[in-house]
C-alpha cells in the first residue's frame, strides 16, 4: 500500500491504518503504523500486507491515512475477492482490449446482509449560503455499503444542483457515526434528503 503526497508540504507524524472485512461486518484483520513522514509531490511505500485467512469469497478492505491525532486525512474501501483475475495467454489480447480468462468474482455483494441507518440532519445559512450537515449512524454490526445521500428538491424529488459535498458514495461500518456536508445556493425549493445504499434501503426526511 501506498501514500500519496499531491501537496507540495511535506508530512510527518502520520498514521496508515488498513482493515479486512467480510460481508457479514467482522473484521477479520487490522494493521497500523505510525511515525510515517512522506515528502512533497511524491508516492512512498507505506506497507505490504500478506494474505489474510478466513476472507469471504468477496470481502471489503479499508486503508486510512490519519494525523497523529487521528484525524483522517484519506479513506478509501475497496471490494476484492479472492479469486484473482486472469490475464491468460498474451495471445488472446487484442488492441485496446484484454480478455481475461478468468474474472474476480464479485457476486457475493448482491447477497450482503441488509443494514440500516439512523439518518439525521441539519440546515444552516452562511454568507447566503445553504449548508446541510448530514449525520449517518450505523448501530448494527452490518455494514452499510456503498450509500449516497442527495439533498433533493422536495420528499424524494430531484437531486438540487449544483452542490458540492465533501464525500460522496461511503461505507459506513458497523457502530460508525459519519458525516457529510452539503452546500447549495437554489433557495427556491423546500430541500429534502435521500439516503440509499447498496444494502441500505431507501430513506427520505424533510429539511426545515
Known amino acids: 500500500m501506498y501514500v500519496v503526497n499531491q501537496t507540495s508540504e511535506a ?9 479486512f472485512f467480510n ?3 467482522i473484521r477479520q484483520y487490522f494493521t497500523e503504523i505510525s511515525g510515517f513522514s512522506i515528502a512533497p509531490n511524491t508516492s512512498l511505500e507505506a506497507m505490504t500486507v500478506p494474505r489474510v485467512p478466513k476472507l469471504d469469497s468477496t470481502h471489503l478492505v479499508r486503508a486510512v491515512l490519519m494525523t497523529a491525532t487521528e484525524k483522517v486525512l484519506a479513506e478509501n474501501v475497496y471490494w476484492e475477492s479472492t479469486i484473482d483475475d486472469d ?9 485496446f482490449k484484454t480478455n481475461l480468462s478468468q474474472w474476480a468474482d464479485m457476486s457475493a455483494l448482491n447477497t450482503m446482509p441488509r443494514s440500516d441507518l439512523d439518518v439525521s440532519a441539519q440546515v444552516s445559512d452562511s454568507n447566503g449560503e ?4 448530514i449525520t449517518l449512524a450505523n448501530p448494527a454490526n452490518r455494514v452499510a455499503f456503498f450509500v449516497r445521500a442527495e439533498v ?3 420528499a424524494d424529488g430531484s437531486e438540487i444542483l449544483p452542490i458540492t459535498y465533501d464525500d ?11 458525516t ?6 437554489d433557495a427556491r425549493f423546500t430541500p429534502a434528503l435521500r439516503v440509499e445504499g447498496y444494502n441500505v434501503a431507501k430513506k427520505v426526511i424533510s429539511l426545515k
Not at 445553504?130 to 450537515?133: A, C, E, L, M, Y
Open 11 to 19: 508530512r510527518d507524524h502520520l498514521k496508515v491504518a488498513v482493515e
Open 23 to 25: 460481508l457479514d461486518g
Open 87 to 95: 490475464l491468460g495467454s498474451p495471445k488472446n489480447d487484442e488492441q
Open 130 to 133: 445553504k449548508q446541510v450537515t
Open 152 to 154: 433533493t428538491r422536495g
Open 168 to 178: 460522496n458514495y461511503i461505507t459506513v461500518f458497523p457502530h460508525e457515526i459519519r
Open 180 to 185: 457529510i456536508v452539503a452546500r447549495f445556493n
